[in-house]
């Protein structure tokens, strides 16, 4: 298990650092970082949805496992109203970060491999599961953190979002049990799995020009303490006072102890808010993880599995 997080850190950090050194060498252009974050969000990210939604998903995916969604579904509730009781006065630069990188773990990229690893396909499946409703608590309520003005202002903003759309079309077609003409999937599933190499390239670029005191920052490292610790400490203590046990229990527990994921960054980029402030949390709680999800998965062996 420790093996397989170390591999992924790795991995991150090599796609990170190509990021970086392109920039700080000069193959990649100054305004590089702003069209690769438009064209992630606008493009890439709706179509890794999208795809998401076709793969690895039975069209009666809401009758599978209740237990499992209600526990995804109570665990990202939390999330909002924790991100609202400690982040409304954090500085206006910073808010939205925090509250997202709190509603948003490494899910889709650390989630599969680490919870693979630890449960088994049984693990898998429950996991896949279990991301529907957080996809969708990230795509509109994760968004609205970053749109600014009134309720009619936001609302418009979250329509105008190509994620929004890629939830619902990615809903209604595997709700009806539709398939896609072959090359058009392919052609999105192709554009979807460039999400991830592409985003930590994205972050590598901003980590080019990170303070070294960003790094040090008390905010960041209190945002790891919480993402990585507490958080996951609270979500077995709630499953274990609530009898919940069993695999559903252990991945729960498992994809709340996840680091912040990469969409922090691309959201902070593409709406204005402090970008260097989300790499570093990214980055950090990512080289934190290897040594905190094995402690949290060795409770919930003793306490929830």
């Known amino acids: 298990m420790v093996k397989t997080i170390f591999g992924l850190q790795v991995m991150l950090l090599l796609l990170v650092a190509a990021g970086a050194g392109g920039r700080r060498l000069g193959i990649i252009a100054e305004g590089f970082s702003d069209g690769l974050s438009g064209f992630l969000m606008k493009l890439v990210l709706p179509c890794s949805i999208f795809s998401a939604f076709l793969k690895g998903m039975d069209k009666n995916i809401w009758q599978l496992s209740a237990q499992i969604i209600a526990a995804a579904a109570a665990v990202h509730i939390f999330y909002i109203l924790l991100g609202m009781m400690l982040y409304h006065r954090a500085d206006p630069q910073r808010r939205a970060v925090l509250k997202f990188a709190v509603l948003c773990p490494n899910t889709n990229f650390m989630g599969m491999p680490v919870i693979g690893g630890i449960y088994g396909d049984a693990g898998v499946m429950l996991l896949s599961i279990a991301l529907v409703p957080a996809r969708i608590f990230v795509m509109t309520v994760g968004i609205s953190y970053f749109l600014s003005g009134g309720g ?108 912040a994921g990469a969409m922090t960054v691309i959201f902070s980029k593409s709406y204005g808010q402090d970008d260097a402030f989300a790499a570093a949390c990214v980055i950090v709680s990512t080289l934190v993880s290897v040594f905190t999800i094995p402690l949290i998965t060795a409770v919930c062996s003793l306490l929830l599995v």
């Open 152 to 259: 009619l202002s936001r609302l418009k903003g979250l329509v105008r979002n190509p994620s929004i759309w890629a939830v619902a079309a990615g809903m209604a077609v595997n709700f009806m049990g539709w398939t896609l003409w072959e090359p058009l999937e392919k052609a999105v599933s192709a554009l979807g799995s460039c999400n991830t190499p592409l985003a930590m390239v994205l972050i590598g670029t901003v980590v080019a020009s990170l303070r070294r005191e960003m790094v040090t920052d008390q905010s960041v490292w209190r945002f790891c303490l919480l993402r990585l610790a507490l958080i996951p400490a609270a979500v077995i203590l709630a499953l274990w006072i609530l009898g919940v046990r069993g695999t559903a229990a252990g991945v729960t527990a498992t994809m709340s102890a996840l680091p």
